[in-house]
């Protein structure tokens, strides 16, 4: 069974840094796309960033600049570091493992921008 588990998430003061981590287990293809998203409270779940199998990366407009994710394809895990925070930034993020068209997702790791 596939499981992505993240960890990294908490509180943090308006302009500070967090780096989000995933590891994936139970699989031993290495994913065509990982990422990671965003739930807010009231809010529909949408992309943060996503880098293919040969390392593309794409970015949301609002976190362009200051957020850079990563990926290691021999361990399946994929990192987001996340710059200059700010409470629009607020939200449940989700890691994310596309394969053959399957999506798996992680549990999700709650972060809190606030003063």
């Known amino acids: 069974q596939v499981q992505l588990v993240e960890s990294g998430g908490g509180l943090v003061q308006p302009g500070g840094s967090l780096r989000l981590s995933c590891a994936a287990s139970?699989?031993?293809?290495?994913?065509?796309?990982m990422g990671w998203y965003r739930q807010a409270p009231g809010k529909q779940r949408e992309l943060v960033a996503v880098?293919?199998?040969?390392?593309?990366?794409h970015y949301a407009e609002p976190v362009k600049g200051r957020f850079t994710i990563s990926r290691d394809n021999a361990e399946n895990t994929v990192n987001l570091q996340m710059n200059d925070l700010k409470p629009e930034d607020s939200a449940v993020y989700y890691c994310?493992?596309?394969?053959?068209?399957?999506?798996?997702w992680g549990q999700g790791t709650q972060v809190t921008v606030s003063s």
């Open positions: 880098v293919t199998k040969v390392g593309t990366t």
């Open positions: 139970g699989i031993i293809f290495t994913f065509d796309v």
């Open positions: 994310n493992g596309l394969l053959i068209g399957q999506n798996y």
